[in-house]
């Protein structure tokens, strides 16, 4: 039974994939992110499709710069980025570290952005400067 079903697997990937065709026209969106001025070292940036038809695309941060292909529409922007600090009163953990990890970019650009972006064909360099305070 087992190897009747990889050898349906194998047989219907073609047709899952459209016989080698490269799928939806997708296009980079790149640019550079930064919070109060600095860029962010470390993170992750998210499009999401407002309707949630089609599915996201995240790339990674680093060194300020993020690169990735999208499929053309609006799309939320969700940016996220990790830093370290001490644990109150100078305590450890159970694993003896004395720091934890917390987000460093407010809400307002992660849980409850209201950041949105136009994905199209000619969509040059986007980059997004973030403020700590409003």
Not at 19 to 26: A, D, I, V, Y
Not at 67 to 86: F, T
């Amino acid at each position: 039974m087992l190897r009747l079903s990889i050898i349906v697997a194998i047989l219907a990937t073609p047709l899952l994939t459209g016989c080698g065709s490269s799928g939806p026209t997708r296009y980079t969106v790149a640019g550079q992110v930064t919070l109060d001025g600095q860029p962010i070292t470390a993170g992750k940036i998210l499009l999401r499709d407002p309707t949630r038809q089609v599915g996201s695309v995240e790339a990674s941060i680093v060194d300020g710069s993020y690169e990735l292909q999208a499929l053309p529409g609006p799309k939320l922007i969700e940016i996220s980025a990790q830093k370290e600090v001490p644990l109150p009163g100078g305590k450890t953990n159970l694993e003896g570290d004395s720091t934890r990890f917390v987000e460093a970019v407010p809400q307002r650009y992660n849980k409850s952005s209201t950041l949105e972006l136009n994905v199209t064909e000619d969509l040059e360099n986007q980059d997004f400067e973030l403020k700590s305070q409003p």
